[in-house]
């Protein structure tokens, strides 16, 4: 990332006085732990400023963040209070590759000024400013835009409660620091982070290992619907309306399936669907080392990295199974 984008962006934060932060729609660890970041971040350097969160609905586990329960409302009196208020002088879209994807495109609409910092490489660039990094998350990307604010290069040292927000980001995005996104850029970051007092175990055991009884059994489900194709070097399994009636669910109770499917041995491309209304589904696919997702996720809307992508398709889930496992079979 160029210094001179990194520089322009604290001036955007400098004029404005009131600012936004949002990411995309089921907001995941990345999203939820970038926004609180840099919400610590500007708080704390900027104390005049009236900064505020959007985010849609997000696993429990992640109020654990310092400061994030005041942003837990329901969207649709978000979006509400948002349109009968003042514009926002700079709205701050974070991890989300584009306006369809952002929960509160509306409101970052109506700003003044538009910001985006991502981690996509099919980011389509709809910001006015657009930050887009090749770092493991945006958590790590947020990290190097605070230490970015310093031109003489000595680290600039966050608050322990941004040190969390973006170490989460991080964990989540690199899976405990295992997929391929991890750098040892991302290891250094983490470690900076580390030295802040995050409690490390706890992040990670409290929001990205521990699961409910609930979403155990819909894990459990889940696997047990799982199905091979290509001799086994793809699986795929959905979670229905059904499902979620069943087990008093909801699509914050997802996470992990894909990952679980994708380390079954002699497994390539793992692709996990479930119903958001009827005749709609979201597609999650994962890839260990050949298959390029993105580009798949991308022919249907969707997008994300080489080796996660999603994208939400109309149509039965086998219709839209068939779909991806035709594209699939072309890279296999
Ligand atoms: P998911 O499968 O939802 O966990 O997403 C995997 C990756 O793909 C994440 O980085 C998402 O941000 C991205 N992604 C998922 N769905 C979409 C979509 N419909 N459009 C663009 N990117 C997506
Ligand atoms: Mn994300
Ligand atoms: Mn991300």
């Known amino acids: 990332m160029e210094k001179s984008k990194i520089v322009s962006f604290w001036k955007e934060i400098e004029q404005a006085k009131r600012i936004a932060i949002g990411g995309h729609i089921r907001p995941d660890g990345d999203c939820v732990g970038s926004c609180m970041g840099l919400y610590h971040y500007i708080r704390e350097q900027f104390p005049e400023k009236q900064v505020q969160v959007y985010l849609g609905e997000f696993p429990d586990s992640f109020r654990l963040l310092e400061g ?12 509400e209070e948002a349109e009968e208020g003042q514009a926002w002088d700079l709205f701050v879209a974070l991890d989300s590759s584009n306006l369809e994807r952002l929960e509160f495109a509306p409101v970052f609409q109506k700003a003044v000024r538009t910001v985006c910092i991502d981690h996509h490489i099919t980011n389509e660039g709809y910001a006015m400013m657009n930050l887009v ?9 947020i990290y190097d835009v605070i230490q970015g604010r310093n031109e003489k290069g000595e680290e600039r040292p966050v ?31 983490a470690g900076a ?3 802040r007092g995050v409690d490390t175990s706890r992040m990670i055991d409290d929001t990205f290992y521990r699961k409910s009884y609930v979403q155990n059994q819909i894990l459990g489900q889940a696997l047990l619907n799982s199905v091979l194709w290509e001799q086994g070097s793809v699986i795929s399994t959905a979670v229905f309306a059904t499902d979620f009636e069943k087990y008093h669910a909801g699509k ?13 041995r002699g497994v390539e491309v793992a692709v996990f669907a479930y119903e958001t209304e009827e005749d709609s589904f979201k597609f999650s696919m994962r ?6 997702v993105s580009t798949i996720a991308m022919q249907f809307g969707g997008g994300g990295h080489v080796r996660a992508a999603g994208c939400t398709i109309s149509g039965t889930y086998e219709k839209g199974l068939q779909q991806l496992l035709e594209e699939i079979r072309k890279q296999l």
């Open 68 to 79: 994030v329960e005041q942003f837990i409302k329901p969207v649709k009196q978000q979006m």
């Open 133 to 141: 990094f090749t770092s493991s998350s945006t958590a790590e990307a």
């Open 159 to 189: 608050s322990k409660a941004a040190a969390e927000a973006l170490y989460m980001g991080i964990v989540h995005d690199t899976g405990v620091f295992k997929h391929s996104c991890t750098t040892r850029h991302t290891m250094e970051v």
């Open 193 to 195: 982070l580390m030295e």
């Open 252 to 264: 914050t109770d997802l996470d992990g399936i894909v990952d679980q499917l994708r380390i079954t």
């Open 287 to 292: 890839s260990n080392s050949k298959v390029d």
